[in-house]
């Protein structure tokens, strides 16, 4: 009960706020996804989404009107075609460009050549606010249902595909994707520089937003109630604090809290990035002067907002340790919160070794510089923490590969 209210609050909310029913449904469904009840409430709603669904699918069949069909029956299938060819080629060539194997690629693309039921409620709602023709609709289900049924066909023939496009494609062209998939799923290491802008960068788009959206909740939705309730004068005041009193935290944690310490640490150490660091301090600083004069701009007049401006950023400079307390603890909830459905299934998985470790498998291409070496001179588990448990070549398997003897090394060497 409590997981469905939750579901319809932030459909109102998302409504009232302007945005459609199904966003406001996705987004607490995917919190609710990430608690440890999920299973609980995944089992205990499985009745209700059933009928939901039911509805859902008997309504859209209700709708669907087999003369429009007939009548649009060439832009149906122009789109449906359209939508195989297009998808699997733009999916195939994604995966490719991210650094899958081309086989791999192959597959996700003919595996994902259709649209989905969502595009129902997006032809709706665009018929519904007249932005589209009546005809969308009809055609919208028709190629859904059609690149439905052909998706399994599209999944079985995606083996005999690869293989065929396999033999048109020159060898030079596969070395080169060999060699580029390689290379993009190679784990390479940050330099100190890149990590501490990519957290500045972050950082700064996190608690920018935050701030943002408390200002305007608070000016659009709270300031006319506490209006009509206390009066005008005071209803800006009492909004105005309440508000910056939310934003306390956030506020410091845009302006003061340490980013990557130990990153920063290193380039400050450096002369010739302590100008960039000062900067970045400066930009920083800047920005959440910037945000909380926004802000009050929006309750007050501009005299009147710069000088609370300048009060906050002087109250923020002399309550840092208090702000900065309150903040950790605030951060340390919600870490916790966040991380509790890992948390409880690491609890619940046995204990394999006294590391943290887990299972994978590699494939190892044959232009690696590891190749014809030794797993004692590679000593992978010195310099990254893996170790071997079984090396599979073709249809022979090697389960722990014993430590090779000094003939056996003389012989490789030779």
């Not at 709270?222 to 005008?232: E, Q, R, S, W």
Request: glycine letters at 6%; hydrophobic letters at 50%.
């Amino acid at each position: 009960m409590t997981s469905i209210a939750l579901c319809l609050l932030m459909v109102v909310l998302a409504v009232k706020v302007g945005f459609s029913p199904a966003l406001g449904a996705f987004i607490m469904g995917s919190i609710l996804a990430e608690t440890t009840q999920a299973e609980k409430i995944e089992h205990l709603v499985k009745s209700v989404k059933d009928l939901f669904g039911a509805i859902f699918f008997v309504s859209i069949g209700m709708l669907i009107d087999p003369k429009m069909l007939q009548i649009y029956i060439v832009p149906v299938v122009i789109i449906t075609l359209l939508t195989v060819f297009g998808k699997t080629f733009s999916t195939t060539l994604g995966a490719v460009i991210s650094g899958q194997p081309l086989k791999t690629s192959v597959k996700a693309g003919m595996s994902l050549a259709q649209i989905g039921e969502f595009s129902f409620i997006i032809a709706i709602l665009g018929r519904d606010l007249k932005v589209t023709s009546d005809f969308l609709y009809p055609i919208a289900v028709a190629v859904s249902a059609v690149t439905t049924f052909t998706t399994p066909y599209m999944i079985k023939v995606a083996d005999p595909f690869y293989d065929w496009l396999d033999k048109f494609i020159p060898q030079k062209w596969k070395s080169s994707l060999d060699r580029y998939s390689t290379g993009a799923q190679t784990i390479s290491q940050a330099s100190d520089w890149q990590v501490l802008f990519k957290g500045y960068v972050l950082n700064a788009m996190v608690f920018s937003v935050i701030i943002l959206a408390l200002g305007l909740l608070s000016s659009i939705y709270v300031l006319p109630f506490a209006d009509n309730l206390i009066g005008d004068k005071w209803g800006k005041m009492v909004t105005a604090a309440v508000t910056f009193l939310f934003m306390l935290p956030f506020l410091w944690a845009l302006a003061v809290r340490q980013i990557q310490p130990k990153a920063f640490a290193n380039l400050w150490a450096q002369n010739k990035y302590k100008g960039p660091l000062t900067l970045f301090r400066t930009v920083r600083i800047a920005l959440a002067v910037f945000l909380v004069g926004f802000m009050l701009d929006r309750f007050f007049n501009f005299t009147v907002a710069l000088t609370a401006t300048a009060l906050i950023t002087g109250l923020l400079l002399v309550m840092n340790k208090k702000i900065q307390t309150f903040y950790d603890r605030l951060e340390k909830r919600f870490l916790s919160n966040y991380n509790a459905r890992e948390t409880a299934e690491a609890a619940r998985r046995p204990v394999l070794a006294p590391w943290d470790a887990h299972l994978a498998s590699f494939t190892v291409h044959a232009d690696w510089n590891g190749v014809g070496q030794t797993l004692e001179r590679l000593s992978l588990r010195e310099k990254y923490g893996i170790n071997v448990a079984v090396i599979e070549r073709g249809e022979r398997l090697i389960p722990i590969p014993p430590k090779p003897s000094a003939s056996s090394r003389a012989t490789a060497s030779r």
